[in-house]
């Protein structure tokens, strides 16, 4: 990262070559303390989650970890007694030079985690910190604070990712990107974990798990929350990427259950969410966002305490190169419904929103005052208008699977996506056209699949009309996509999908339908370019990773185009 003033930066090294044995030692060996899983440094299981840091700004950083008092105090136990953590936080590895210190109390009310907000520190600067519990230190993660909102910028980079389901393999996509030292940050899509029960959502057809989901079943409970979080965090390269580099997260479905939505009449539901059985929605749902605000380094409501709200939904800026307003598309949003979009005009329900009125005007908001070269948009669901071909009947049903692209019944418009909420979207782009902002780029996961794409004013006569916006899309870490679903080769029957998903809807510029991986988001004040990796067999533990594709949008001309290179 370059700025005007710097301290002790990341530096711009070449990228790191992608043999996985290289990858691993790399991600393992990368600072002091960490080992081939998180923890095994500190006595024990007293720091068996590992650590991580979230939310950076130019003075402030969450910085997060787990403790476990006592041998049955394990994640989701409910039990042990309090525990007195301190953390440190230094500008060097050895701790020679320690500026930030505390204390923290948890107990299990909070499942023993311990989540800080630390303030007080310089901007883009690099710190390493540490805690420790019973005399045994955790091992040494490191973080960055985000520049000064004055700082005339030169570059960012962000590894961007989406859709991690332990059971479908292996999440190398987060070793490769713990094993690059050129980003500043990770942007989380959401579907950060999956609430599915062992052999309900694993790998292809068979739905075979890769790896066995803790708890087994559906986790619907405050414990089973707490238990599948404890897992994930568990994951080697999930804990080498967090203890690398600050992550800045939205939630997307799966955080509680598929397809959730929280608004209107019935007071909220999911596709993955059966009353009779399962109990009360609005209570799975509280309790999903009490453990993943117990978990997750990131401030809810505007702080890192807990209990004090559930609003994700915020803003980050960086210099004078970027304003970034990350989405929460499913606590404010009605169920889905049928939509139908005409060449000429959008009809919908009005009452109808993803997100929500506060929400929709606090976007506009930032949209229309910032300052900022590019206004960048964490978006969980795709924004984009997707007409679909006509379709044989088993790519259809895999398509619909794969993230409900498609709805069963036949219709246009995937009704999970801003395609179901088209008089809200519509409200979005007339903003955005009325107002004549430039440099917008909606930055998506959910969908498991790779897309660049230009955001029309009319999507029916494009290219006339032009595009007002632009929206790359980052496929799944794991999680199923259409060559999985269809039992075939990847980039063999999709292809065919592909180009008539791009004849029929001529402002989409790429599509990848089968490859999982990770993107490589560049930034700079004449361009953003998306870099796409794809992981060579989620179910091998030491994939390797190729880039297949990057996308640019240009400043000033709202458009993707390809580029043959990739970012250096």
Same mark, same amino acid.
């Given at each position: 990262?370059?700025?005007?003033?710097?301290?002790?930066?990341?530096?711009?090294?070449? /990228?790191?070559?992608?043999?996985?044995?290289?990858?691993?030692?790399?991600?393992?060996?990368?600072?002091?303390?960490?080992?081939?899983?998180?923890? @095994?440094?500190?006595?024990?299981?007293?720091?068996? #989650?590992?650590? +991580?840091?979230?939310? #950076?700004?130019?003075?402030?950083?969450?910085?997060?970890?787990?403790?476990?008092?006592?041998?049955?105090?394990?994640?989701?136990?409910?039990?042990?007694?309090?525990?007195?953590?301190?953390?440190?936080?230094?500008?060097?590895?050895?701790?020679?030079?320690?500026?930030?210190?505390?204390?923290?109390?948890?107990?299990?009310?909070?499942?023993?985690? &311990?989540?800080?907000?630390?303030?007080?520190?310089?901007?883009?600067?690099?710190?390493?910190?540490?805690?420790?519990?019973?005399?045994? =230190?955790?091992?040494?993660?490191?973080?960055?604070?985000?520049?000064?909102?004055?700082?005339?910028?030169?570059? $960012?980079?962000?590894?961007?990712?989406?859709?991690?389901?332990?059971?479908?393999?292996?999440?190398?996509?987060?070793?490769?990107?713990?094993?690059?030292?050129?980003?500043?940050?990770?942007?989380?899509?959401?579907?950060?974990?999956?609430?599915?029960?062992?052999? @309900?959502?694993?790998?292809?057809?068979?739905?075979?798990?890769?790896?066995?989901?803790?708890?087994?079943?559906?986790?619907?409970?405050?414990?089973?929350?707490?238990?599948?979080?404890?897992?994930?965090?568990?994951?080697?390269?999930?804990?080498?990427?967090?203890?690398?580099?600050?992550?800045?997260?939205?939630?997307?479905?799966?955080?509680?259950?598929?397809?959730?939505?929280?608004?209107?009449?019935?007071?909220?539901?999911?596709?993955?969410?059966? #009353?009779?059985? @399962?109990?009360? /929605?609005?209570?799975?749902?509280?309790?999903?966002?009490?453990?993943?605000?117990?978990? $997750?380094?990131?401030?809810?409501?505007?702080?890192?305490?807990?209990?004090?709200?559930?609003?994700?939904?915020?803003?980050?800026?960086?210099?004078?190169?970027?304003? %970034?307003? $990350? %989405?929460?598309?499913?606590?404010?949003?009605? +169920?889905?419904?049928?939509?139908?979009?005409?060449?000429?005009?959008?009809?919908?329900?009005?009452?109808?929103?993803?997100?929500?009125?506060?929400?929709?005007?606090? %976007?506009?908001?930032?949209?229309?005052?910032?300052? +900022?070269?590019?206004?960048?948009?964490?978006?969980?669901?795709?924004?984009?208008?997707?007409?679909?071909?006509?379709?044989?009947? #088993?790519?259809?049903?895999?398509?619909?699977?794969?993230?409900?692209?498609?709805?069963?019944?036949?219709?246009?418009?995937?009704?999970?996506?801003?395609?179901?909420?088209?008089?809200?979207?519509?409200?979005?782009?007339?903003?955005?056209?009325?107002?004549?902002?430039?440099?917008?780029? /909606?930055?998506?996961?959910?969908?498991?699949?790779?897309?660049?794409?230009?955001?029309?004013?009319?999507?029916?006569?494009?290219?006339?009309?032009?595009?007002?916006?632009?929206?790359?899309?980052?496929?799944? &870490?794991?999680?199923?996509?259409?060559?999985?679903?269809?039992?075939?080769?990847?980039?063999?029957?999709?292809?065919?999908? @592909?180009?008539?998903?791009?004849?029929?809807?001529?402002?989409?510029?790429?599509?990848?339908?089968?490859?999982?991986?990770? =993107?490589?988001?560049?930034?700079?004040?004449?361009?953003?370019?998306?870099?796409?990796?794809?992981?060579?067999?989620?179910?091998?533990?030491?994939?390797?990773?190729?880039?297949?594709?990057?996308?640019?949008?240009?400043?000033?001309?709202?458009?993707?185009?390809?580029?043959?290179?990739?970012?250096?």
């Amino acid at each position: 990262m370059t700025v005007t003033t710097e301290k002790d930066g990341f530096g711009r090294r070449t /990228f790191i070559t992608t043999s996985s044995a290289v990858a691993a030692g790399v991600a393992a060996a990368a600072l002091p303390g960490i080992t081939g899983s998180a923890g @095994e440094a500190a006595a024990g299981v007293d720091f068996v #989650p590992g650590l +991580a840091s979230g939310d #950076p700004t130019p003075s402030r950083l969450v910085i997060w970890t787990r403790v476990t008092p006592t041998p049955t105090s394990t994640a989701g136990s409910g039990v042990g007694p309090s525990a007195v953590v301190t953390w440190q936080v230094a500008t060097d590895k050895s701790f020679t030079r320690i500026l930030k210190k505390g204390t923290f109390t948890t107990t299990a009310a909070r499942d023993h985690t &311990v989540k800080v907000d630390v303030t007080g520190l310089a901007s883009a600067t690099t710190y390493y910190y540490r805690f420790i519990f019973k005399g045994a =230190s955790s091992p040494v993660a490191r973080t960055r604070t985000a520049p000064a909102h004055t700082a005339t910028l030169a570059r $960012m980079r962000f590894g961007v990712v989406s859709c991690a389901n332990l059971q479908a393999g292996w999440f190398s996509s987060y070793r490769h990107l713990a094993a690059r030292d050129d980003l500043d940050a990770i942007l989380h899509m959401g579907d950060y974990l999956f609430e599915y029960g062992n052999g @309900e959502y694993g790998n292809g057809m068979g739905n075979v798990d890769i790896r066995k989901h803790v708890p087994p079943h559906e986790i619907i409970s405050l414990k089973d929350y707490r238990q599948r979080h404890g897992q994930y965090k568990q994951d080697k390269d999930l804990a080498a990427l967090h203890q690398r580099y600050p992550f800045i997260n939205t939630w997307d479905d799966h955080e509680t259950a598929n397809d959730t939505y929280a608004a209107g009449p019935d007071g909220g539901g999911a596709e993955n969410h059966t #009353p009779a059985t @399962e109990g009360d /929605f609005a209570t799975r749902r509280r309790v999903s966002l009490q453990a993943y605000d117990e978990w $997750m380094p990131v401030r809810l409501s505007g702080t890192a305490a807990l209990g004090d709200g559930t609003q994700i939904y915020r803003t980050f800026q960086f210099g004078d190169l970027i304003d %970034l307003s $990350m %989405l929460d598309l499913r606590s404010y949003r009605n +169920a889905p419904g049928k939509e139908f979009s005409t060449e000429i005009g959008v009809t919908g329900d009005p009452t109808r929103v993803i997100a929500g009125a506060e929400q929709l005007g606090w %976007l506009e908001n930032n949209l229309s005052t910032s300052k +900022a070269r590019w206004k960048l948009v964490g978006n969980p669901v795709m924004i984009t208008p997707v007409l679909v071909p006509p379709l044989p009947v #088993p790519v259809t049903n895999a398509i619909t699977a794969t993230a409900g692209i498609l709805p069963t019944e036949g219709l246009s418009y995937n009704t999970d996506q801003w395609d179901g909420y088209s008089v809200e979207r519509k409200k979005l782009t007339d903003h955005i056209k009325a107002n004549d902002i430039k440099n917008i780029v /909606f930055l998506t996961g959910d969908i498991h699949s790779g897309w660049a794409c230009d955001i029309p004013s009319a999507p029916g006569l494009y290219p006339l009309g032009g595009s007002i916006a632009t929206e790359l899309v980052t496929t799944s &870490v794991t999680s199923n996509n259409l060559d999985d679903l269809l039992g075939t080769p990847s980039r063999s029957a999709s292809i065919a999908v @592909e180009t008539m998903f791009k004849v029929t809807n001529r402002h989409i510029k790429y599509i990848n339908l089968d490859d999982h991986g990770y =993107s490589v988001l560049d930034v700079t004040p004449a361009r953003v370019q998306m870099d796409y990796f794809v992981i060579s067999d989620r179910a091998d533990p030491a994939a390797t990773t190729t880039r297949t594709a990057s996308w640019v949008v240009r400043s000033g001309t709202q458009t993707t185009t390809p580029s043959t290179t990739g970012i250096v």
